[in-house]
């Protein structure tokens, strides 16, 4: 037997007399639970309780890590984008250049300019020696801080108009004088100022043959791949089939994506080289335009293609829910269908198709297909994902669903915010949204997400923060991101504030941690008012995702001792007090809130002493906050691991040196001391 939390009302009120007379039976002995379930009377054999959040709130808590920085880049990034790095040809130029302290790259979009970037700084300092930065207005204000190598991905108009040669000589002087280098990608339509030529050089990709003759041989280094099958998959690169089609498709990434597609022959069954070259033309705008065209008046195709579009990689039955309830709604795109068939004769009849056709037929007719049952994240039940067959195709559709065509993406962005929710919806219908997003135009761009972030739905403010974080992977769009998130920030209605907290809770946030922490202030600047649960959820959850790489602790921290010392009643306080209550007592964030990594006070102590230390003095001065912190000092303290570990002795020492200035350390210094003393004298008394 299974006992769950009872059901809400019908909305509209209406309740069956076998539901009545249930509820009846229990008229004044009943508890309202919020969570589980309560039984009531005997009862035999087993007893599932099923405990859980609302599963309106079951939603993916999934971090996509940023490909585009303002920060150190974590080595394991480096190298992985550099796995199957080809020099290009003009690689010896660049290096030559860069010798200058300062390369301007100039290189048209997909063409691998940011790879070489990479590759070259990686030569001087190593892969964990590079720092991204984000675009300056004015190179003459900007200085370098540390001996490593700088890059800075897509420079802004603004920024290109203020350089010259007198500031990129001076540039240069201040970058020998710090050991540093830095490199700026440029687009090509951006115009650089005739007398920064010596600074510039012209990217030309490498050969896409040769990017994917390389793939292929290491993934047989690595073992993906037999030898034999390496030799098979190289001697179907070098057809003229595989040939052709990378002349006419010339980027690096084309060639990653032949090598890739080349890969899957020996592991999914049935699959052919003719195979292999169908689904990459399949991901092309053209084809994704030609197939439209083709559905152009099937409402039962339209909408499977742009379910699967928006919807990628989910269970069949999230897909066929979404795609019928969005076909009534394309079929009124086209107004009644017209009269064309003429009477039939008298007698005659005509056979009805009761069934339809199945969901296999209904998938093969738009070029997809249903992957092999698996378990996805966090989900007790087995799940079959839809996903087209051509690589990119569900970009290429859903990109011309949403920008080719009048009210689309209106449409499909309604259907969205009232289909049932599903775990997993928001990560893909996110950033899926986010890529067609990131090449829309205009001031609407970024209002479309608006409905979704202004949501009390958790599941629809996390969509917007993928999408967003997919959006600041280009360049052009992070300035137009930031202003909306600022504007966000500051809002009186809670959910847009929570839409923030969420999008730094990701790869937003780990891409920008400075930015993040001053939208995150901004968010709890509220004041005289209580901290809403839901806001205090997202911030904790945006700060466990900043804690989650090592170097973010100083920057947190500082952030929360500046909370910790403003005014109480305030937000900002409200969050510091829970942060100190979380790590005294258990983990922050609490076990059952979302969170990316979790720490506990003694993880604080002996990993990051040195901004741990200022966290417990602020602490300990606040009375909000003294017993919590005293009593997870005294844990750490009876507890030999938790006392080795942290050196704790030493890290005592450090506090009391501060207790002459700080009231509250005195307080638990002297409190320490009076009860070592009293279970001294008790001791030698026995």
């Given at each position: 037997?299974?006992?769950?939390?009872?059901?809400?009302?019908?909305?509209?009120?209406?309740?069956?007399?076998?539901?009545?007379?249930?509820?009846?039976?229990?008229?004044?002995?009943?508890?309202?639970?919020?969570?589980?379930?309560?039984?009531?009377?005997?009862?035999?054999?087993?007893?599932?309780?099923?405990?859980?959040?609302?599963?309106?709130?079951?939603?993916?808590?999934?971090?996509?890590?940023?490909?585009?920085?303002?920060?150190?880049?974590?080595?394991?990034?480096?190298?992985?984008?550099?796995?199957?790095?080809?020099?290009?040809?003009?690689?010896?130029?660049?290096?030559?250049?860069?010798?200058?302290?300062?390369?301007?790259?100039?290189?048209?979009?997909?063409?691998?300019?940011?790879?070489?970037?990479?590759?070259?700084?990686?030569?001087?300092?190593?892969?964990?020696?590079?720092?991204?930065?984000?675009?300056?207005?004015?190179?003459?204000?900007?200085?370098?801080?540390?001996?490593?190598?700088?890059?800075?991905?897509?420079?802004?108009?603004?920024?290109?108009?203020?350089?010259?040669?007198?500031?990129?000589?001076?540039?240069?002087?201040?970058?020998?004088?710090?050991?540093?280098?830095?490199?700026?990608?440029?687009?090509?339509?951006?115009?650089?100022?005739?007398?920064?030529?010596?600074?510039?050089?012209?990217?030309?990709?490498?050969?896409?043959?040769?990017?994917?003759?390389?793939?292929?041989?290491?993934?047989?280094?690595?073992?993906?791949?037999?030898?034999?099958?390496?030799?098979?998959?190289?001697?179907?690169?070098?057809?003229?089939?595989?040939?052709?089609?990378?002349?006419?498709?010339?980027?690096?990434?084309?060639?990653?994506?032949?090598?890739?597609?080349?890969?899957?022959?020996?592991?999914?069954?049935?699959?052919?080289?003719?195979?292999?070259?169908d689904d990459l033309q399949a991901g092309s705008l053209t084809a994704a335009r030609k197939?439209?065209?083709?559905?152009?008046?099937?409402?039962?195709?339209?909408?499977?293609?742009?379910?699967?579009?928006?919807?990628?990689?989910?269970?069949?039955?999230?897909?066929?829910?979404?795609?019928?309830?969005?076909?009534?709604?394309?079929?009124?795109?086209?107004?009644?269908?017209?009269?064309?068939?003429?009477?039939?004769?008298?007698?005659?009849?005509?056979?009805?198709?009761?069934?339809?056709?199945?969901?296999?037929?209904?998938?093969?007719?738009?070029?997809?297909?249903?992957?092999?049952?698996?378990?996805?994240?966090?989900?007790?039940?087995?799940?079959?994902?839809?996903?087209?067959?051509?690589?990119?195709?569900?970009?290429?559709?859903?990109?011309?669903?949403?920008?080719?065509?009048?009210?689309?993406?209106?449409?499909?962005?309604?259907?969205?915010?009232?289909?049932?929710?599903?775990?997993?919806?928001?990560?893909?219908?996110?950033?899926?949204?986010?890529?067609?997003?990131?090449?829309?135009?205009?001031?609407?761009?970024?209002?479309?997400?608006?409905?979704?972030?202004?949501?009390?739905?958790?599941?629809?403010?996390?969509?917007?923060?993928?999408?967003?974080?997919?959006?600041?992977?280009?360049?052009?769009?992070?300035?137009?991101?930031?202003?909306?998130?600022?504007?966000?920030?500051?809002?009186?209605?809670?959910?847009?504030?929570?839409?923030?907290?969420?999008?730094?809770?990701?790869?937003?946030?780990?891409?920008?941690?400075?930015?993040?922490?001053?939208?995150?202030?901004?968010?709890?600047?509220?004041?005289?008012?209580?901290?809403?649960?839901?806001?205090?959820?997202?911030?904790?959850?945006?700060?466990?995702?900043?804690?989650?790489?090592?170097?973010?602790?100083?920057?947190?921290?500082?952030?929360?001792?500046?909370?910790?010392?403003?005014?109480p009643g305030t937000q900002r306080h409200a969050l510091a007090v829970h942060f100190v209550?979380?790590?005294?007592?258990?983990?922050?964030?609490?076990?059952?809130?979302?969170?990316?990594?979790?720490?506990?006070?003694?993880?604080?102590?002996?990993?990051?002493?040195?901004?741990?230390?200022?966290?417990?003095?602020?602490?300990?001065?606040?009375?909000?906050?003294?017993?919590?912190?005293?009593?997870?000092?005294?844990?750490?303290?009876?507890?030999?691991?938790?006392?080795?570990?942290?050196?704790?002795?030493?890290?005592?020492?450090?506090?009391?040196?501060?207790a002459r200035t700080n009231r509250g350390v005195l307080r638990f210094v002297l409190r320490?001391?009076?009860?070592?003393?009293?279970?001294?004298?008790?001791?030698?008394?026995?």
């Amino acid at each position: 037997m299974s006992a769950e939390a009872a059901p809400d009302p019908d909305p509209d009120g209406s309740e069956s007399a076998d539901q009545a007379g249930v509820r009846d039976s229990y008229r004044g002995n009943q508890q309202r639970l919020g969570q589980g379930a309560q039984v009531m009377g005997p009862v035999g054999g087993n007893v599932t309780v099923i405990n859980a959040a609302a599963l309106d709130e079951n939603v993916t808590d999934l971090i996509v890590p940023p490909r585009l920085r303002e920060g150190p880049y974590p080595a394991a990034d480096v190298h992985e984008r550099l796995r199957g790095f080809v020099e290009p040809p003009t690689y010896a130029r660049c290096r030559k250049v860069l010798d200058s302290r300062v390369l301007l790259l100039t290189a048209g979009s997909g063409t691998g300019a940011s790879t070489a970037a990479f590759a070259l700084l990686a030569e001087r300092y190593g892969a964990d020696g590079i720092t991204g930065l984000d675009s300056p207005d004015d190179f003459s204000r900007w200085r370098p801080t540390e001996r490593r190598g700088y890059l800075l991905q897509g420079l802004s108009p603004r920024a290109a108009d203020s350089l010259s040669e007198v500031v990129l000589t001076a540039l240069a002087e201040v970058l020998l004088q710090s050991g540093a280098h830095l490199i700026v990608t440029v687009r090509a339509e951006t115009e650089l100022p005739g007398d920064t030529v010596a600074w510039q050089a012209v990217h030309r990709p490498p050969p896409p043959v040769e990017v994917a003759s390389k793939r292929l041989k290491i993934m047989v280094e690595a073992g993906e791949l037999t030898p034999g099958q390496g030799a098979d998959a190289l001697r179907h690169l070098a057809s003229a089939d595989f040939t052709g089609h990378l002349r006419a498709h010339s980027l690096p990434q084309d060639g990653v994506e032949v090598a890739e597609g080349l890969g899957d022959l020996f592991v999914v069954p049935g699959k052919s080289a003719a195979s292999v070259l169908d689904d990459l033309q399949a991901g092309s705008l053209t084809a994704a335009r030609k197939a439209l065209a083709k559905s152009s008046h099937q409402a039962d195709s339209l909408a499977l293609m742009a379910a699967i579009s928006l919807l990628s990689e989910q269970d069949r039955t999230v897909i066929e829910k979404f795609s019928a309830i969005l076909r009534p709604r394309i079929e009124e795109r086209g107004g009644p269908a017209p009269v064309t068939a003429e009477p039939a004769e008298r007698g005659a009849h005509t056979p009805r198709d009761l069934l339809g056709p199945s969901f296999e037929k209904r998938l093969e007719t738009v070029g997809a297909r249903q992957l092999p049952p698996g378990f996805g994240p966090a989900q007790r039940y087995p799940v079959q994902p839809v996903v087209f067959s051509g690589r990119h195709r569900s970009d290429a559709l859903l990109r011309c669903l949403w920008l080719d065509h009048e009210g689309m993406g209106d449409l499909l962005s309604r259907t969205l915010g009232e289909v049932p929710h599903h775990p997993g919806i928001e990560l893909a219908a996110g950033r899926a949204i986010g890529k067609v997003l990131a090449h829309a135009t205009g001031p609407d761009t970024l209002r479309q997400l608006h409905p979704f972030a202004t949501s009390d739905k958790r599941w629809r403010r996390r969509l917007v923060a993928y999408a967003l974080g997919e959006m600041v992977q280009h360049p052009a769009l992070t300035g137009a991101v930031r202003d909306q998130l600022r504007q966000w920030s500051r809002a009186a209605h809670v959910p847009l504030r929570c839409t923030v907290a969420e999008t730094c809770a990701g790869g937003y946030g780990l891409a920008r941690p400075a930015v993040a922490l001053r939208l995150l202030d901004s968010v709890l600047g509220e004041p005289d008012k209580d901290l809403d649960g839901r806001l205090r959820t997202a911030v904790s959850f945006a700060l466990s995702t900043l804690l989650s790489e090592d170097a973010n602790y100083g920057l947190v921290l500082d952030r929360l001792s500046q909370w910790q010392g403003t005014e109480p009643g305030t937000q900002r306080h409200a969050l510091a007090v829970h942060f100190v209550e979380s790590v005294s007592v258990d983990t922050f964030p609490l076990p059952r809130a979302p969170g990316k990594r979790r720490v506990r006070l003694a993880d604080l102590l002996a990993d990051h002493p040195e901004w741990a230390l200022d966290l417990v003095i602020t602490a300990l001065d606040d009375p909000a906050t003294h017993e919590a912190m005293a009593r997870g000092l005294s844990v750490i303290e009876s507890d030999p691991d938790s006392r080795r570990r942290t050196a704790f002795p030493r890290f005592l020492a450090a506090l009391s040196s501060a207790a002459r200035t700080n009231r509250g350390v005195l307080r638990f210094v002297l409190r320490r001391h009076r009860i070592r003393t009293a279970s001294s004298a008790e001791g030698f008394a026995s």
